[in-house]
Structures are given as structure tokens and as C-alpha cells.
């Protein structure tokens, strides 16, 4: 009985995201985290047009609405934050993310990112809720691609590690895709981790320096 029962939930929940419509809240409020999550991937994989937002995508949206209308979290002045007003939700977001969505949500965390182009702050409200070090070291790991990339100068492939990661068009606008800019906001997150726990074991302060060419 539990079975069909967790059948017919995962049943409605998509029927919920093809129209658009998920209730994050109730899903987590009604299911313990590791059914939540089986029911989120399970949507996910069912969803095959990459230019629509999947239920991964839509997580990482309310993500940051929740966060949005929280209230300010300084872990430094130059790292402004903010933090969730319901916590024992922002808990449940925190062990999703860093535990039973992984590895899955690495390339939608990497992909928004590198989309936010206008506001690199916004990268803290979700990184705040990051202490995975195997999500970490992924950041770390792409920070590094991109960061070569910065000393490619053919305009056709200095992008292309860039937009991958945000899913655009190859033919898309490289002003869109500049690896160095994704690797100075990937340098910023990446410091904000730095500041909040230990991530000496993946790397260090000299590794984070943008200058001189990586081999």
C-alpha cells in the first residue's frame, strides 16, 4: 500500500509541474526529505525539453524567493546575504540540496551561477545554503575550466565551457557567455565558502587569484 500510495503522489506532483503549479512548501511539509527528493528527480528525468524549467529548475526558484523576502544574514560586509524567516524549512532545503539531490542539482546549481549575470549577490543567498564539500569542490572544479578559458582567443570557443554550463545556444552572444566574467562571480562564491566554513582540503586563498594564466 505504501508503494502505490508513494506511486499515486509522484503521479499528482507531475500532473502539478506539467501544469506549472508545485507546491514546494506541502511537498516538504507532507513527505519525509528523501521521497521529496525521489519525487522531484523522478519529475526531472521525465522532462526532456531543455527549454523548459524542470522541477529541479523551479526548486531553485522558490529557493530564491523564500530567501528573498527573509531578512539580512552578513556573514561579511562584502558577502551580503540574507536567511530564510521560516528555518526549520531553510534546514529541510539544506540537507535536500547538500545530501539526498546530489549529484543531480550540481549542473542546476553551476547553470544558475553562471546565468546570473546582473546581480552576483543573488549567488549568495543559495550559497549560503551549500556545505556539500563534493558541491564545493564541483564550483571549485568549474572555476578552474572557466578560468582557462579566459586566455582562449578564438571567439568561438572562448565561450563554449560558458555556455554549456548556462545552456545557451552556441550561437548565442559571448557578452553573455564571458568566461572571465563567470569566473570572477564563480571567484566570489567561492571566497564567500571560504569565509563561512573550512575548505582548506579543495583550496586556498592563492588559488582564487584570477591573474596570470592557468596551466
Known sequence: ???????????????????????????????????????????????????????????????????????????SMAYPTKRMMDRELEDKLVELINIHLYPEIVLKLLKTFSRNINESDLNLFLANLINSEDIIRSIYDTYVLVKKDIFITDPE??????????QFSKKSDLKLSSPLDTAARFKYILEFFAIKQDVRSIYRKEDLVLSGRVD
Open 157 to 166: 570557443r572562448r565561450g563554449l565551457n560558458v555556455k554549456r554550463l548556462q
Open 1 to 75: 500500500m505504501a508503494g502505490l500510495r508513494q506511486r499515486n503522489d509522484t503521479s499528482a506532483f507531475n500532473r502539478r509541474m506539467e501544469s506549472g503549479l508545485i507546491d514546494f512548501d506541502l511537498l516538504l511539509k507532507i513527505h519525509d526529505l528523501e521521497t521529496a527528493a525521489m519525487m522531484i528527480l523522478e519529475s526531472t528525468y521525465g522532462e526532456s525539453d531543455f527549454m523548459r524549467q524542470d522541477a529541479l529548475d523551479k526548486l531553485l526558484n522558490f529557493i530564491y524567493f523564500k530567501i528573498q523576502t527573509g531578512y539580512v544574514h552578513i556573514v
